[in-house]
Nanobody, 121 residues
Framework: QAQLVESGGGLVQAGDSLRLSCVAS??????????MGWFRQTPGKERERVAV????????DYADSVKGRFTISRDSRKNTMYLQMNDLRTEHTAVYYC????????????WGQGIQVTVSS
């Protein structure tokens, strides 16, 4: 099982940028992890996928709502994934989670505790 810890959230104003980080530990990632992703959730709504990255190849995929504004990346040497969020808007306010998916599974089995991002107008 992997342990995931997010950081970098906080309160910002509309138009600002933030970079979230997710540090992973507990297993050799290059062997077990197929994909990592960022998800977000707001009260009363289901958790939604924001962006995902194939850990080995680096291929990425984004929700339509964040394309061109958010960038997912990873540093394999540091077992760290990032989400660069630019030109933030109030609708980006949410709790952001990182998660990992191991080879052979369809679901994301390991999750971070979540980190709050609040964008004020």
């Amino acid at each position: 099982q992997a342990q995931l810890v997010e950081s970098g959230g906080g309160l910002v104003q509309a138009g600002d940028s933030l970079r979230l980080s997710c540090v992973a530990s507990g297993r050799p990632f290059t062997t077990y992890i197929q994909t990592m992703g960022w998800f977000r959730q707001t009260p009363g709504k289901e958790r939604e996928r924001v962006a995902v990255i194939l850990w080995s190849a680096g291929n990425t995929d984004y929700a339509d709502s964040v394309k061109g504004r958010f960038t997912i990346s990873r540093d394999s040497r540091k077992n760290t994934m990032y989400l660069q969020m630019n030109d933030l808007r109030t609708e980006h306010t949410a709790v952001y989670y990182c998660a990992s998916q191991t080879w052979g599974r369809d679901d994301y089995s390991d999750w971070g505790q979540g980190i709050q991002v609040t964008v004020s107008s």
